[in-house]
């Protein structure tokens, strides 16, 4: 079974740095979540107070007002019955914890006609009485160590334009006392839930932030031991805590990564710098000694001093692609023409090495792009499959439209590409066979890299597939010119009507 690997740009994270100082967030997660339960506590103990006592004083200011109901009926009773008090006012029995007082309002003063017989001969609530207020109104009145709602209103009397003011009032300090306990209930169920709810939090905060201290430890690890094979675990019973685990170990795949090409990197170029540099060095000396002009000596300098500047423009391309500094040109291509000339410029390789160079297939194939850079990541595929096409091979060529899409394959009878390397193609400094490729060929396996950078910024991909002792095809795919290609169906159409007529 052929095995296949499409390349695909790879995006890259930064590190962020740890913070150092100040709160941890274990301890900012605490800190702020104890005051929020704290203002939630504090508000929920003076909301309940608060519309308790409300509660408390409206029964208290609707059973007052039926005791001034009663108080004013029995009043005009006994004044019916002709009755006379005989310390100037009416008796009105009542319990100990309500009293009552009726005053008429006589032009000049204020005459106590009935009372409670617990009832004091002042006004229970002197402020309220001489404002003679045209709405009933209740308040709390301390007397002494004791509290009392003391309800006001003023009544027309049997005399014409004459008024009563009755003044009924209840005792409260129970309830004042009731309250005091249950204030403080309130505060020691208070602390009771806060402890709770904060033991509680200790153990949550310890349990959602341990896939942090974890990264924290591992990254202190890394650090130390330059270690990056250690993963973070993502059997977490939360979903949210594995999604974060697994983003993590992907930052850390993708770092192992970049630090093994980094490594790949440091010992192919010293190798591949190394050997040149030697050659270059020796020959020299060789000329040096000899006194004499030495033909192959200065073959070799120049193969070497080329390979080493092949290696200096590939680097200083990739760079520059990866800089933005590497601007690309937009205009049409005729991708079929451009073919045509990379098959012949690369006939010479192909006869120097015994190679057969086959164009399989071509068809009309109008693109957008940079002639040059396409030129060169074709030439670079091409000079692939002949670097690795033993003599007496052949490498075919093709191109072909599919859909929207113009593709071109490069395929070759080489010993093909085993099934590991392929993922790691189109990396860097990555090259399979690494043993017969220093053998055998002079890449630096920067070629694939090129070739992927090239197609992806023309918005296409590139595709390999292989099998070992097969060979190996590899298909670049690139979005046709809409555009030109409608103009080309209608050529076409004109021309297979053309034909029919004729």
């Known amino acids: 079974m052929d095995m296949v690997a499409t390349s695909a740009p790879t995006p890259t994270t930064a590190p962020s740095p740890r913070a150092r100082g100040g709160w941890t967030l274990r301890a900012w997660f605490l800190g702020v979540s104890l005051l929020v339960i704290a203002g939630l506590l504090v508000l929920y103990t003076g909301g309940a107070y608060m519309l308790t006592n409300r509660a408390v004083e409206r029964w208290a200011d609707h059973l007052l007002t039926h005791l001034a109901e009663d108080a004013v009926n029995r009043t005009r009773q006994l004044a019916a019955e002709g009755q006379h008090p005989a310390t100037g006012a009416f008796v009105l029995p009542t319990s100990p914890d309500f009293q009552v007082q009726i005053w008429y309002v006589w032009p000049d003063r204020l005459e106590l006609i009935a009372r409670s017989p617990q009832a004091p001969n002042v006004a229970l609530d002197p402020e309220a009485r001489a404002s003679l207020p045209r709405h009933p109104i209740a308040r709390n009145v301390r007397w002494g160590s004791e509290v009392w709602r003391v309800r006001t209103e003023v009544r027309p009397a049997e005399a014409e334009g004459r008024w009563w003011v009755i003044q009924v009032a209840v005792n409260m300090t129970p309830w004042q006392e009731w309250t ?125 001093a080329e390979r080493l500047s092949r290696l200096v423009e590939d680097l200083l391309f990739l760079a520059r692609a990866e800089a933005g500094a590497l601007p690309l040109r937009r205009e049409p291509v005729d991708l079929d023409a451009l073919l045509l000339e990379v098959v012949r410029q ?7 090495k015994g190679l057969r160079l086959a164009l399989a297939h071509l068809e009309p194939l109008p693109v957008v792009g940079d002639p040059d850079r396409l030129t060169q990541a074709l030439l670079n595929l091409v000079s692939n499959a002949v670097q690795y096409t033993p003599p007496g091979g052949e490498v075919q060529i093709g191109a072909r439209r599919e859909g929207d899409w113009a593709l071109v394959w490069v395929r070759d009878t080489g010993p093909g590409i085993a099934a590991e390397d392929l993922p790691h193609l189109f990396e860097r400094f990555y090259r399979a066979d690494r043993a017969r490729t220093r053998r055998g060929s002079r890449g630096f396996g920067l070629g694939l890299s090129i070739v992927h950078w090239i197609v992806d910024a023309h918005g296409g991909y590139v595709t390999v597939r292989s099998r070992e002792g097969q060979g190996a095809t590899f298909t670049i795919a690139l979005p046709l010119d809409p555009e030109r ?16 007529q004729a």
Do not use: C
Request: no cysteine.
């Open 346 to 352: 690369s006939r010479v390789l192909a006869e120097r």
């Open 180 to 304: 005091t306990t249950m204030v403080v209930g309130l505060i020691a169920a208070d602390l009771v839930v806060g402890g709770l709810l904060a033991l509680l939090l200790v153990r949550m905060s310890r349990w959602m932030l341990w896939p942090m201290e974890q990264v924290s430890q591992l990254a202190q690890d890394i650090v130390q031991d330059e270690e990056l094979s250690r993963r973070l675990p993502t059997n977490q019973p939360v979903p949210e805590l594995n999604l974060w685990a697994e983003a993590f170990n992907t930052a850390l795949d993708r770092l192992e990564e970049i630090l093994q090409q980094q490594r790949r990197f440091l010992a192919d170029v010293s190798h591949e710098l190394r050997t040149p540099l030697t050659i270059i060095r020796g020959q020299a000396q060789l000329m040096r000694r000899a006194g004499h002009y030495d033909p192959e000596a200065v073959a070799d300098i120049e193969k070497e």
């Open 485 to 500: 290609v409608v103009d080309l169906a209608d050529d076409e159409a004109d021309e297979e009507g053309a034909a029919a």
